[in-house]
Each structure stands twice: as C-alpha cells, then as structure tokens.
C-alpha cells in the first residue's frame, strides 16, 4: 500500500468518528510515532510504499482510534508540562486541569526549599515527578493502592531522573502512627466523577481509562476526600497545605468537609474551563 493510499484508507475508516482536523493531527502523530515519514513526504513523494510491518501497525491503530481509544494509550505516552510521561490504562491520561494544580503549589512555594510533599494516589506520577524536578530541594513523596500503577510511576521518575519515592499505601486501610512521616503539603487528585454523570462522559475515557481512578459512588461522591481530609490531619505539619483537585458540582460540600475537620485559609480557584476545579485549605 502506498502512502497516499493508507492515507485515504485512514481518513475513510475515520470520518464519522471525528472531524477532519482531528484525523489530519492523528494521522501525522501515527506516521511520526511509527514511521520515519513526515508530512512532507505525503505531498513530495505519495507513492511512496510503506513496509509491511509499520503498515500493519499502522492499520490496528487506525482500527483503536475507531474504537476511540485514547491517541495517549495507543502511542504509550502523554505531555504533561512539557514532559513525556508513559502511559497505559492502568493509569489516567494526566489532565491540563491537573497540570494547573502542579502549578499553584510551585507558585505558592516558588521561594521554599527542603519542604516534604506527599502526593496521594499517583496515577502515572505526573504530579509527584514534576513537582520534584521543579524543585530540586523537595522531598517528594507518593503512593498508590496498585502494584501495576506503581510500577508505571517508577517507570517515568527512572525516565526522567526524578528523585521520588513511591511506595503501596491504601489508605482507607491505614491507621495513623507516631512514626509516621509529616509533610509541608499534601496533594491529590482522586476520583470524582459519579457514576449518574457517566452519560456526561466521551467514549474515549469511557470505553478505555480505568474506572478506579475515575468514578465514586452516587451516593457518596466524596469517599476519597473524607479520607484524604482526615490523613491531612494526621500527616501535615502545622500550617501545612493541602491541595485537591475536585469535581466543580462538590465544591461546597468539599468546603463544609474541610472545615468541619478544622481546616482554615480555604481558597478555590477556577481551571481555564472556568470551572471550580481546586482548592487548598491549611492545617490549623
């Protein structure tokens, strides 16, 4: 099959799944990834044969994008503040609303050094690794209930040449110690969406991104914030922060739970949807 060939083959299989645009950028993001052939080729030399092996690779990726798999999963990796971390669905595709998160902390604490951070239910690492390599002298912490989501976060803080610790913590299992360590700030992204917003939802997280890292009970929408609220409590230093990313339909019920713990300096701030989707709120 030739180039322009596939290319036509591509655009055809795809065309009532997403708008032209869109497969244009899947088609030249395929064809960098799996092949040595850029866009220029396609216009200088469309006769071009494409061999058999990146062709049939080609073709099963074409067949998942008609599926909807996420582009992130099919390529195994994703940007997030300009870094390329591996990805796989055992984890989330990390959000530019989550990168807005890594971002308040670094300018709350642009001028702290040597402070400890934990951040609670790792996912691919993104929050954890970024923060540690933007500020070298941190002690970057983090944990996960999964082995498998682990082993991914390890995979991109070896990547990259972060210096973080990851370790297995559930911590609807765990029970505070003296031991146990404190930290300056406490940072998470749990699951948030509840199960009644599902048909909210676009086939490609759907179908594909796992429903542990995304969805809570109806009926208890903040299961994950009432504990992570109650360790903050347990494992923050005085005046230590605590910075959740959260579903904007909670944000009141986010603020009573925090101060019904007795936090205090409790500040929302809005995404670049516009939507309440953070909040940090201090240990008092």
């Known amino acids: 099959m030739t180039l322009i060939e596939f290319k036509n083959w591509f655009v055809l ?5 997403y ?17 040595s052939i850029n866009p220029i080729d396609l216009a200088l030399k469309p006769d071009q044969k494409l061999q058999k ?13 008609a599926e909807f798999k996420p582009l992130q999963y099919i390529l195994g990796e994703c940007l997030f503040l300009e870094r390329t971390f591996k990805v796989n669905q055992q984890v989330m ?61 390890n995979l991109n803080a070896k990547k990259l040449q ?5 370790f297995k913590l559930d911590i609807f299992k765990h029970e505070a110690k003296k031991e146990d360590s404190k930290y300056h700030v406490i940072v998470s992204n749990p699951p948030y969406v509840t199960h009644c917003e599902k048909k909210e939802i676009q086939p490609n997280v759907l179908k594909w991104e796992p429903h542990s890292a995304l969805f809570v009970p109806d009926e208890n929408p903040l299961i994950f914030y009432r504990k992570i609220v109650a360790y903050g409590c347990d494992h923050l230093e005085p005046n230590g922060y605590l910075y ?5 339909k ?3 019920e986010i603020n009573d739970l925090l101060k019904s713990f007795n ?20 240990i008092n």
């Open 19 to 35: 708008p032209r645009r869109e497969i244009d950028f899947y088609f030249n993001q395929l064809m960098e990834h799996f092949t």
């Open 93 to 153: 595709i990390p959000r530019p609303e989550t990168e807005e998160l890594v971002q308040w902390i670094n300018e709350d604490y642009s001028s702290t050094k040597n402070i400890q951070v934990f951040d609670i239910g790792i996912g691919s690492g993104c929050i954890a690794i970024s923060l540690a390599i933007e500020n070298p002298t941190w002690i970057v912490e983090g944990c996960d209930a999964y082995d498998v989501v682990l082993k991914v976060a």
């Open 263 to 282: 936090y205090i300096d409790i500040v929302f701030k809005k995404d670049r949807f516009d939507q309440i989707r953070m909040v940090k709120a201090a």
């Open 53 to 65: 092996i990146p062709l049939a690779t080609l073709k099963k990726t074409t067949l998942e994008l």
């Open 13 to 17: 299989t795809l065309n009532k799944k």
């Open 162 to 166: 972060a210096k973080t610790r990851f």
């Open 250 to 252: 909670f944000h009141q």
């Open 244 to 248: 959740l990313e959260i579903n904007p």
